[in-house]
C-alpha cells in the first residue's frame, strides 16, 4: 500500500529541519562577506605578470590599441599594480575634475622616488600638507606672473642671441640640427631663470648627457614596481646601477649649484633673484624646507622644463615642413604684424592667433608628455558605474586625447585651423579636450611659461627664417617616429635649412 503523500514526506522535511541553521550560517556569512569590485572593462591577464606583457615599446600606443577594443576607461594590471587606464577626455574630466581630490597622489614608482630625493619635490611627491606647502611656494615665488615677466628680457635675449647663431651658419646653406639648437635655447632660458647662469660650449654637452639619462631612467622599466619579488632583474639589467650613477652626477650638479649661491664671495649683482636664490631665502626664514626639497624642485625644473618646450617647437617645426601651407600661413601672420622690428617681442604674442592654433595643433597631436605622470587614488570611487579602489594607478593618455574621433574631426590630420574659433585652451579652464599640462590639483605650475616661451621661440624662428629640406628630401621623408622615454622627442635630429628672410635689417 502506498503511503499517504503526507506520510511520505515527512522523512524529508526532517532532513529539511536538520540541515536549516547550516544554511542559516552558511547564508549569514555569505551576506557578510563583500562583494568583488566591478571594475572596468579590460583585456585578459596572464597570472604574475599581468598584462605587462601587452605593453610595447612606446606604451601610449599600446593602451591606444588596447583602449580601442575595451573602451576609454579601461582597467588592467600591471604585476602587481591594479591600474586605471584613461582615454577619452570625457573620461578624463571624471578623474581630474569630479574625482579630483580622490586620485590626486602620486604613484610611487621607483626611478621617480630616487630622483625625487623621496618624493620631496612637487611633480612627485604624494599629496598631502607637505606637498601643498611645496607647491604653495613654487607657485608664489617661482612661477608667478610677476616673477615670470621680471625675466623677459633674458628670454628675449637668448631667443635673440640662438636667431643671430642660426642667421650666423645660414651662409652656406648646409643643413641645421636644429633639434640641437632648440635643446641649447631652452635649457639657457631655463638655467639662468632657475640657477642664475647658462650652459654654452663645453658645458652643454655634460649638460645635455645628464639630462638625457635622466629622462631614459624617469621612463624606463623597473622590474621592482610591477614585480617586487623579482627586483634582482633590475641589478641584472644594470638598471639599478644606472639609475644611482645618474642620481649621484645629478646630486652633485646640483650641489655645485646650491654652493655657489651660498658662496660669500659669490659677485653681487642688479639681475633678479633666481629660483635657487628664492629656495634659500625661504629655508633661511625658518620654513621646512631642506637642502633635499631643493634638490628635488631643481630636478623637477631641470627635467621638465629643458626637455618638454624644445621637444614641442621641434614638432611643430617638422609638421609645419610636412604641412607647405600652413607653414606659409603662420609666416605670414607673423611677418605682417611684426614688420620690419627685428624679432619677435612678447608683447607681439596676443596678436599671433595662427601660430598659437600651431602650438596647440602640435600639443594636440604629438604631446611632448603623452602619458601624464601617473596618479594614485587615496580611496575607493565610483566612475561610469564601475568601482575603482584605492591604491589604483591612473594612467591619463593624453596622446590618445589628442586622436579621440568623437572628440576631433579627422583627429590624425595636422590642421590648425580647427583651433581658430575653439574655445579649448591649454591653460587649465576646465576644457578636457587638450591638457598637455594636466589639470586639476595635480596642474603644472610652469604651465603659463611653458606656454609662453614655446610660443616665443617658434614665432622668432617662422619669422626670422625660410626654411626648406635638405637637398634631394621631400615632405614625406620628414620621419616623425618617437624617441623612447618620460618626454616624447623625435626619435632622428630635425635638421633642415635656413635661410634668412630677406626683408628683415640682420
Known sequence: MALPSTMASLPFLFLGLSFFPLLLLLTRKREGQTAAPKLPPGPAKLPIIGNLHQLGKHTHHSLWQL?????????????????????????????????????????????FTKLSYGCLDVAFAPYGDQWRELRKVCIIELFSNKK??????????????????????????????????LFSLSSSIVCRTAFGRGYHGGEEGRFHKLLKEAQAMLGGFFVADYLPTFGWVDMLTGMRARLEKIFLELDDFYQQLIDEHIDPTRPQDDQDEDTIDALLRIQKDGNYITQDHIKGVLMNIFIAGTGT?????????????????????????????????????????????????????????????????????????????????????????????GRDADTWHKPNEFYPERFMDSSSELKGHGNFELIPFGEGRRICPAKHLGLLLVELVLANLLYCFDWELPSGMRTEDVDMEEAAGLTAHRKSALCLVAKRYSEMDW
Open 148 to 181: 615670470v615677466l621680471s625675466f623677459r628680457s633674458m628670454r628675449e635675449e637668448e631667443i635673440h642671441r640662438t636667431m643671430n647663431l642660426i642667421s650666423s651658419c645660414s651662409n652656406d646653406l648646409n643643413p641645421i640640427n636644429l633639434s640641437k639648437v
Open 309 to 401: 618646450s624644445s621637444a614641442t617647437v621641434e614638432w611643430a617645426m617638422a609638421e609645419l615642413m610636412r604641412h607647405p601651407q600652413a607653414m606659409k600661413k603662420a609666416q605670414d601672420e607673423v611677418r605682417g604684424f611684426v614688420g620690419r622690428k627685428g624679432r619677435v617681442e612678447e608683447s607681439d604674442l596676443h596678436q599671433l592667433h595662427y601660430i598659437k592654433s600651431v602650438v596647440k595643433e602640435a600639443m594636440r597631436l604629438r604631446p611632448a608628455g603623452a602619458i601624464l605622470i601617473p596618479r594614485e587614488t587615496m580611496k575607493h570611487f565610483m566612475i561610469d558605474g564601475y568601482d575603482v579602489p584605492p591604491k589604483t594607478m591612473v594612467l591619463i593618455n593624453a596622446w590618445a586625447m
Open 67 to 111: 583602449s580601442q577594443q575595451h573602451g576609454p576607461l579601461m582597467h588592467l594590471k600591471l604585476g602587481k599594480i591594479p591600474t586605471l587606464v584613461v582615454s577619452s577626455p570625457s573620461m578624463a574630466r571624471e578623474i581630474l575634475k569630479t574625482h579630483d581630490h580622490e586620485c590626486c597622489s602620486r604613484a610611487p614608482l621607483f626611478p
